[in-house]
């Protein structure tokens, strides 16, 4: 869960008498539908606007309400290039506050309130991810009888309006169920609305990699891989995990 907590704070309004469900669609945007009882809400179009964790920055948010099986249901969109930099300061990893009004009704009416993480309903996980991060390859830059280095280049898009920082990353290369190298970095910048290529530097365990691989790589071939870990985006709210599983190929740079 906490690994789209970034993608998700961008439509958490839900007041504790709403109920909402939320699908990434792509990598631009974020639907999300929002439920209550059929007698707070008429049928028709709807015009408002969200904010979260008090927030002065808002979204506005548009859309059709309409009735069924004793609810009303507001299916909306929320761009992520809308997303407020301010939303992202204010980000708590234990949960948010809310705040969704309408606007331009015959008379005012809003929802607020406070949710925790875990009451955050997603459809879509690991497929969702892998709009926004993909391991391009991984290729040894040394490869010696008694040492060898690697590398790995992921790709990890941005889809917001404002930078984010990776605080710090831990992986482990797998190969054949064999654990070959490691490594970590500090400090990498994810710039705005753009895909962000990042090079992780891998410490290879001569050893292990050569009794898992040895034969394809001194044959030239490559070596189905996997990279397991971990990057830490850093918020002023706290910060937030994002698992890595991704598989691959090793390759021999030279």
Same mark, same amino acid.
């Given at each position: 869960? @906490? =690994?789209?907590?970034?993608?998700?704070?961008? *439509?958490?309004? &839900? /007041? %504790?008498?709403?109920?909402?469900?939320?699908? !990434?669609?792509?990598?631009?945007?974020?639907?999300?539908?929002?439920?209550?009882?059929?007698?707070?809400?008429?049928?028709?179009?709807?015009?408002?606007?969200?904010?979260?964790?008090?927030? @002065? =920055?808002?979204?506005?948010?548009?859309?059709? *309400?309409?009735? &069924? /099986? %004793?609810?009303?249901?507001?299916?909306?969109? !929320?761009?992520?290039?809308?997303?407020?930099?301010?939303?992202?300061?204010?980000?708590?990893?234990?949960?948010?506050?809310?705040?969704?009004?309408?606007?331009?009704?015959?008379?005012?009416?809003?929802?607020?309130?406070?949710?925790?993480?875990?009451?955050?309903?997603?459809? %879509?996980?690991?497929?969702?991810?892998?709009?926004?991060?993909?391991?391009?390859?991984?290729?040894?830059?040394?490869?010696?009888?008694?040492?060898?280095?690697?590398?790995?280049?992921?790709?990890?898009?941005?889809?917001?309006?404002?930078?984010?920082?990776?605080?710090?990353?831990?992986?482990?290369?797998?190969?054949?169920?064999?654990?070959?190298?490691?490594?970590?970095?500090?400090?990498?910048?994810?710039?705005?609305?753009?895909?962000?290529?990042?090079?992780?530097?891998?410490?290879?365990?001569?050893?292990?990699?050569?009794?898992?691989?040895?034969?394809?790589?001194?044959?030239?071939?490559?070596?189905?891989?996997?990279?397991?870990?971990?990057?830490?985006?850093?918020?002023?709210?706290?910060?937030?995990?994002?698992?890595?599983?991704?598989?691959?190929?090793?390759?021999?740079?030279?």
């Amino acid at each position: 869960m @906490a =690994a789209l907590a970034l993608l998700l704070f961008a *439509v958490q309004a &839900a /007041a %504790g008498s709403l109920g909402f469900s939320l699908k !990434v669609e792509g990598q631009t945007e974020l639907r999300v539908t929002l439920s209550g009882p059929a007698a707070e809400l008429p049928p028709g179009a709807f015009r408002g606007a969200i904010a979260i964790n008090g927030s @002065a =920055a808002e979204v506005p948010v548009a859309g059709t *309400v309409t009735h &069924a /099986a %004793g609810l009303w249901q507001l299916p909306v969109v !929320v761009r992520y290039a809308d997303v407020p930099a301010d939303w992202a300061d204010r980000f708590r990893a234990d949960g948010f506050t809310y705040r969704l009004r309408v606007s331009g009704g015959p008379a005012p009416k809003e929802w607020t309130g406070t949710r925790s993480w875990k009451d955050v309903e997603i459809e %879509g996980g690991k497929e969702t991810l892998a709009d926004f991060l993909t391991l391009d390859d991984v290729s040894l830059t040394q490869m010696s009888l008694l040492s060898s280095e690697a590398e790995a280049r992921l790709s990890m898009r941005n889809p917001f309006s404002f930078p984010l920082k990776i605080a710090s990353s831990q992986y482990t290369l797998v190969a054949n169920g064999r654990d070959v190298g490691s490594g970590e970095t500090q400090g990498m910048l994810l710039h705005a609305a753009q895909k962000n290529v990042l090079t992780l530097p891998i410490e290879v365990d001569h050893g292990e990699l050569i009794s898992a691989a040895g034969k394809a790589l001194v044959a030239g071939g490559e070596v189905a891989v996997k990279l397991r870990g971990r990057l830490v985006i850093r918020l002023k709210g706290g910060d937030v995990v994002v698992p890595l599983g991704l598989t691959g190929n090793l390759s021999d740079a030279s």
